[in-house]
């Protein structure tokens, strides 16, 4: 009697440790970010940079308003969808498409028919892709205000706002300079994203003579090195970089030009396809980072905070011909290795009796 009664016992206990191991797993696996723990640095405004492998997703939250850039291929709609329901989100202020390629706008669907959104701020172009006609379609369908991005202007959510910077001409060659870029800002704390805006763009954002100054840039391009050029990272002079990137991925991002230009300002660059999921935390004036696979609780930074990082990049003088370049620009790529003259800033170079070049324009 007393050994069945043990028994039974037994048995119930196990059922018992095996349904709360379920409950553990499921409760880790759905939230693989800590969530903020309040306190001192109660957070203004979230940015989650979502892994979604080779893509690009950045979440933005303020006071419970939040802002979807992307949402990477269309596989991973449902994992976007699922993770900003986990922050509590049941609507979208904004939703921004920034180009027509897969690996940004692919998963936008999905979260367009999981969860009301009320703003669609895209630009308008003619590709014929079967997910962007259909991502239209999907806005046209939930009644959604589109909007059309024009450089300059500001939206606001919580208490951060957003600035479109780019577009500011209209490459349909190569959507990549479609792109939207957005310089996010809360207090003395700012980000610019970039999604896949190359070299072009970047020099036509410098051009404009907008602010650009960003404490975090999400670098162009997946960390590609058609983008991220000496003439922007000098106009935004970042504290942090962080690239979207799948493990592994077949294009070779970030590239290896693009990793040794942070390395050169000793400026850290954060990875996807090294730490998965990264949230930037900022009360407006410190700045914090979580990760999901990696411990960045060293990467801190506070407005105001000495950085000039960027000064250390270096220009390229030609001894014969006396003009001087950006390192990354074709004039100072195809020199000969004899010719170049290594200067420190554009004053060196002056002074020097270098002139700038009239193609990336020092
Ligand atoms: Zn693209
Ligand atoms: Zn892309």
């Not at 989100?89 to 706008?105: F, G, Q, W």
């Not at 308008?124 to 806005?139: F, I």
């Not at 300079?177 to 036509?204: H, K, M, P, Q």
Request: aromatic share 8%; hydrophobic share 35%; proline share 3%.
């Amino acid at each position: 009697m007393i050994v069945a009664v043990i028994d039974v016992m037994k048995r119930f206990l196990c059922a018992l440790s095996a349904l709360m191991m379920m409950l553990f797993i499921g409760s880790c696996s759905r939230s693989a970010v800590p969530q903020m723990t309040g306190g001192d640095d109660d957070p203004k405004l979230t940015v989650h940079f979502i892994d979604v492998g080779e893509g690009d997703c950045t979440l933005l939250e303020s006071d419970d308003e939040f802002v979807l850039i992307d949402a990477g291929e269309r596989d991973y709609g449902e994992e976007v969808l699922r993770y900003i329901e986990d922050q509590g989100a049941d609507e979208l202020k904004y939703m921004i498409a920034t180009h027509p390629h897969s690996d940004h706008v692919g998963g936008l669907r999905t979260v367009i028919d999981g969860m009301d959104t009320e703003n669609f701020i895209t630009v308008s172009c003619d590709s014929d892709t079967y997910t962007w006609e259909k991502l239209m379609r999907a806005v046209d369908r939930n009644s959604i205000n589109m909007i059309e991005a024009e450089a300059g202007t500001t939206y606001s959510f919580g208490k951060a706002s957003l600035t479109i910077m780019a577009p500011l001409s209209r490459d349909e060659e190569n959507y990549n300079n479609l792109s939207v870029v957005t310089r996010v800002v809360c207090g003395d704390i700012s980000f610019l994203i970039e999604a896949d805006a190359e070299r072009e763009s970047e020099y036509e954002m410098v051009d404009a003579g907008e602010t650009l100054s960003a404490d975090v840039i999400r670098c162009g391009h997946h960390g590609s090195s058609d983008a991220s050029s000496d003439k922007l990272l000098k106009a935004v002079n970042p504290a942090f970089g962080v690239a979207s990137c799948g493990e592994g991925n077949e294009y070779g991002h970030p590239h290896r030009e693009t990793v040794q230009k942070f390395e050169t300002m000793g400026c850290p660059l954060l990875r996807t396809d090294e730490a998965g999921t990264i949230v930037a935390y900022t009360d407006g004036r410190n700045l914090r980072f979580e990760a999901e696979k990696t411990d960045l609780s060293s990467y801190t930074y506070t407005a105001g905070e000495e950085k000039h990082t960027a000064e250390k990049l270096k220009y390229i003088g030609n001894k014969n011909s006396l003009y001087f370049h950006y390192s990354d620009c074709d004039g100072a790529m195809d020199m000969k290795e004899k010719n170049k003259v290594y200067l420190d800033s554009r004053d060196d170079a002056v002074a020097q009796g270098y002139t700038p070049c009239p193609g990336c324009q020092p």
